[in-house]
């Protein structure tokens, strides 16, 4: 990655001394507050909610945008030129970041909010466990990660290392180390939350935004509780997923949730199927007796509604269909992290034959 500012939840304690890093290009806080730029949908949602009237935020992805694959255009390269923070969801998640910030002339901080969460170590294929390389990584935390790398590196120049990764690329490591999709477990929207608030006041120490962080974070943990609630009025060997790529790892590890299959065997939802993973994978349904294979929002239902059909279980899709790697339009029950989240486990403890508690009226 290009060599960028970048704050967390502890590094944003550094621009409290230093300032704002877009400054120098004219950047910085205005009589508006801060321009802020996320990456993602639900990342926008988040920083927007912690941030209150205090600043501008802006997303780079659409509503139902794949965050694996973007294609930024005029609007986008606008909105980062002219940002004094940019907010991304970080773990290998953006492939595309390193030549969009490039295209932008983005002179600002970068806010990484992967930092401090534990990663669950990426897998090519989700049926064939853990890689041997990347188990030793499993439970690192971004700097952590970060530092291991830079183990049996030292003394590389510039050009050899980039040389280094390169090839590590080329040997099946493309999409990181780590699987991104962080959010699924809403303790680790509360890190990243948190990760906003703290860059912010550090970015412009005269934002007020103590009240709607509190406010957004007391949220977060409400629905937190609710999740595990609603989830375990299911008995543990019942809580059977299958949906269209390998999404929810996180939820997996936090909620006792069993991801049977996926239908498309990667962390990227740009991944192919083979014959011979179809065939798998409607054995696997058949074998564990789930009951559903559930859909993606951001994604054709077309071969999940294939795989269905041939292991005899309902498909969830259309209205139904989990909001996975992107938020749904706005003013919709998935149009907010939090309205997504409850939408999932809502469709996932129905999936599987139970009831959710009563949604809290502060959440609702």
Do not use: K
Not at 113 to 139: K, M, R
Not at 224 to 249: C, N
């Amino acid at each position: 990655m290009r060599n960028l500012p970048a704050v967390g939840a502890i590094g944003a304690m550094a621009l409290a001394l230093t300032g704002c890093a877009g400054s120098a290009a004219g950047q910085g806080a205005t009589d508006d507050g801060l321009e802020i730029v996320a990456t993602t949908t639900q990342l926008a949602d988040i920083t927007r909610e912690v941030v209150g009237d205090a600043a501008t935020v802006t997303s780079l992805l659409e509503p139902g945008s794949s965050a694996h694959a973007f294609d930024p255009g005029p609007a986008a390269l606008s909105a980062l030129a002219s940002a004094d923070l940019l907010v991304i969801s970080g773990a290998g998640l953006e492939t595309w970041l390193d030549s969009t910030v490039e295209a932008s002339g983005f002179a600002g901080t970068m806010v990484d909010t992967s930092e401090g969460i534990e990663l669950l170590a990426a897998e090519d294929d989700p049926h064939e466990g853990h890689d041997h390389a990347e188990e030793s990584h499993e439970g690192e935390t971004a700097e952590e990660h970060a530092a291991h790398e830079e183990e049996g590196h030292e003394g590389e120049t510039a050009e050899e290392h980039a040389e280094h990764a390169e090839e590590e690329g080329q040997e099946g490591h493309d999409h990181g180390a780590f699987d991104p999709h962080v959010w699924t477990d809403p303790a680790n929207a509360i890190v990243q939350a948190e990760a906003v608030r703290d860059a912010v006041i550090a970015a412009d120490p005269e934002a007020d935004i103590t009240a709607s962080a509190d406010a957004y974070l007391a949220e977060l943990a409400e629905l937190e509780t609710w999740m595990h609630a609603s989830i375990e009025q299911v008995p543990v060997e019942d809580r059977l997923v299958v949906t269209t790529h390998d999404t929810f790892g996180y939820l997996e590890r936090a909620f006792d949730v069993q991801v049977v299959g996926t239908v498309l065997p990667s962390l990227d939802d740009s991944a192919d199927a083979s014959a011979a993973h179809i065939d798998e994978l409607v054995a696997e349904i058949r074998a564990s007796g789930a009951p559903v294979v559930f859909s993606e929002n951001a994604i054709d239902p077309q071969l999940a509604a294939t795989i269905a059909r041939e292991a005899g279980v309902e498909l969830r899709q259309g209205e139904d269909a989990l909001a996975a790697d992107a938020l749904g339009a706005e003013g919709s029950p998935t149009g907010t992290y939090i309205g997504s989240q409850i939408h999932n486990t809502t469709a996932l403890v129905t999936g599987w034959g139970a009831e959710p508690l009563p949604v809290p009226g502060s959440l609702s």
